[in-house]
């Protein structure tokens, strides 16, 4: 079994094996699998391999009442729970699953947490956005089941040639290195690989305000469909999105200075050479953060392969 080395994905045009997205709704992530890598995965995820013993035994630590055990990729509906369940693919042939994004904030609470954040914008002062998250199980249930899909399929089978130079199909154009969970400061991580394809396609459209706007767009209704309550005009200013030359992009979102971006190696050192390159976390806090993150790298995926990438 070999891992992909991230280098190949960064350097060179790799043969697509699973893509992500959004529902049209903008309220769920999307997941599509080649048969190939839907096959490996079936082989490997098990219920007794380490990587998902290990978070079964996190979850009932901290969820004395976790119920369900972990689900194979196999089944209908699959992960730590119900999280991923199949839904016909645009793709023939290929496996998807849909994962709907969880209500991270009950109503009762975001009713009292926005009459917190009106009075103090009303006495002029600047709130401070640390979402109370009161729905924990869900999103961690989707976090380490999507963080255990993605760790997976990145280790491929030499006989299965998932990896391959791409010659004239669909390319690969990210690769998520992991998420993590959790809840405060810097808790919460999303790492990722954008693709030397991606990162072309960006350089072609930094003064693309239409693009910008659209991946921004999403983000804020993302964070509305967790939040269950509309984003205050304040806080709206916090989502931005970003294109630099060499096709650097950076997604910011409500938090202190919270965001993904190129890391700091790439932005001190990349010059505009054509190749990919890793994203990394930057005070991710919590949950509703880290999805609304996810979504926006999601909606950039399918806004690149909608124009031909």
């Known amino acids: 079994m070999t891992r992909v080395v991230f280098s190949d994905i960064i350097r060179s045009d790799l043969e ?3 893509e992500i997205g959004l529902s049209g709704d903008g309220k769920a992530l999307l997941i599509h699998l080649t048969p190939e890598a839907f096959d490996f995965i079936v082989d490997l995820l098990k219920p007794k391999l380490p990587l998902v013993e290990r978070y079964e035994k996190w979850f009932k630590e901290k969820f004395p009442l976790f119920g369900d055990l972990f689900i194979p990729p196999n089944r209908e509906c699959w992960g730590f729970g119900e999280v991923l369940r199949k839904t016909e693919s645009a ?3 290929w496996v998807s699953w849909l994962c709907p994004l969880p209500v991270i904030l009950e109503r009762e609470e975001a009713e009292r947490k926005n009459a917190f954040y009106k009075r103090n914008e009303e006495a002029g002062e600047i709130p401070e956005y640390f979402p109370l998250e009161t729905n924990n199980e869900e999103a961690e249930r989707i976090i ?7 760790l997976s399929v990145i280790f491929i089978g030499e006989e299965m040639r998932l990896l391959r130079e791409n010659k004239d199909g669909l390319s690969q154009l990210m690769l998520i290195e992991g998420l993590q969970g959790g809840g405060g400061m810097s808790s ?3 790492w990722l690989v954008v693709s030397k394809k991606v990162c072309e396609w960006l350089s072609k459209n930094i003064e693309n305000i239409a693009l910008r706007q659209e ?9 509305e469909a967790m939040w269950q309550e509309p984003v205050s005009d304040f806080a709206r200013h916090d989502f931005r999105v970003m294109i630099r030359e060499g096709g650097l992009i950076h997604l910011s979102c409500p938090g ?4 993904i971006d190129p890391e700091s190696s790439v932005t001190m050192f990349k010059k505009d050479d054509g190749y990919g390159y890793k994203m990394s976390p930057h005070n991710i806090d919590c949950k509703l953060q880290l999805l609304t993150l996810l979504g926006g790298m999601a909606k950039l995926h399918d806004l690149a392969r909608a124009d031909g990438v």
């Open 215 to 223: 991946i921004r767009r999403v983000m804020i209704g993302c964070y």
């Open 144 to 150: 380490s089941t999507l963080d255990v899909l993605f």
């Open 256 to 259: 202190d200075a919270c965001g």
């Open 91 to 93: 793709h023939p042939g």
């Open 16 to 18: 697509v094996f699973y």
């Open 188 to 190: 919460c991580g999303l």
